[in-house]
């Protein structure tokens, strides 16, 4: 089910029902607010509506037994292609981009008619992470569309595109969704999670359900206790940011290690917004403490010292630490 996003699901129906389907969208928006899942569903309700049996005119809504529903789940689905980074070999990493060759494994789906209906759809997931060579390939096919093939393309900064790829796309706008949207997407995909975890990652989440279940599990309330006891209490004894190194810094705490990369230049930011103290100090703390937290998984640096300096930055914006200092 789609949370929020009304207009740009009005948008895709009312073009499919008129006969004037444009043949390539930018679905473009802030990251994590669903517009990958609107792509995978908007995918699935086109290739549905024009194989049948017939789905609801009204929404993405496809029967989970319905034959072009299986054939997708499947992943047999022979018009349908979804292009996104592919894990490194060996590894769980993700590679840094979409490359060349994969927009060229497309050629031989256009070189012949759909299969199922008259109707195939292509997906990237994001067209941002195109290598420069992969989005010159891709323009060749926007500029002469195959017959039949919509490009859904999901886009979280369509400003840096190449302006030959936006102009050839209609582009629709998703915005950030609400608390109570948020929360909804999120007690859907954790169902089993209490409302103290789901009231803390609502709040991490800044209208972004897929940002937040970066964090599910990690007891994100409790990390962000911790730094903010830092922030206004400072650590004068080193005690706190200690303790803190400790508990991220073994190897079966990695996830809550990155997050902690993630959130503790995150609350300096947020000082920064507010205001208080000397902003030009602060907002050089953040940058200090981004420049490490950046560097810190990249190359393998100690997590435990990482998390102490860290935490010892964000101890600066304690009034006491400031008026030490001063």
Not at 26 to 43: D, E, H, I, M
Not at 88 to 108: C, G, H, K, M, Y
Request: hydrophobic residues 45%; aromatic residues 4%; contains cysteine.
């Amino acid at each position: 089910m789609i949370v929020g996003h009304e207009e740009p699901v009005s948008a895709l129906l009312e073009a499919a029902h008129s006969g004037r389907m444009h043949h390539a969208w930018l679905l473009a928006g802030p990251q994590g607010v669903g517009k990958a899942n609107f792509a995978l569903a908007a995918a699935r309700w086109l290739l549905a509506s024009a194989a049948g049996p017939a789905v609801p005119p009204d929404c993405f809504d496809v029967p989970e037994d319905h034959r072009i529903a299986s054939l997708l789940d499947a992943g047999s689905h022979p018009d349908f292609k979804l292009l996104q980074r592919l894990h490194r070999t060996n590894s769980e990493e993700l590679a840094r981009s979409i490359t060349v060759d994969q927009v060229r494994s497309l050629q031989p789906l256009f070189a012949t008619t759909p299969s199922l209906s008259p109707r195939r759809v292509v997906v990237i997931d994001a067209i941002d992470d195109l290598e420069r060579s992969g989005a010159n390939a891709l323009l060749k096919n926007l500029e002469e569309p195959p017959a039949g093939t919509i490009f859904l393309l999901v886009s979280h900064a369509p400003g840096r595109l190449l302006p030959t790829i936006r102009s050839r796309c209609h582009q629709v706008r998703f915005r950030s969704l609400s608390d109570n949207q948020v929360r909804l997407v999120l007690r859907q995909a954790l169902p089993e999670a209490d409302e103290a975890e789901l009231d803390a990652l609502v709040r991490v989440a800044e209208g972004s359900p897929g940002n937040a279940l970066r964090f599910a599990g990690l007891d994100i309330a409790g990390l962000d206790a911790a730094i903010e006891k830092l922030a206004i209490h400072g650590d004068t004894s080193n005690g706190l940011r200690t303790a803190l190194g400790r508990m991220l810094g073994v190897k079966s705490a990695q996830a809550r290690y990155e997050a902690f990369l993630e959130r503790a230049p995150s609350r300096i930011a947020a000082e920064a917004k507010r205001g208080r103290g000397d902003m030009g100090a602060t907002i050089a703390l953040w940058r200090q403490a981004r420049d490490i937290a950046d560097r810190a998984v990249r190359q393998s640096m100690d997590a435990n010292l990482t998390v102490v300096e860290i935490a010892g930055l964000v101890a600066k914006l304690a009034p006491v630490e400031r008026s030490a200092k001063g």
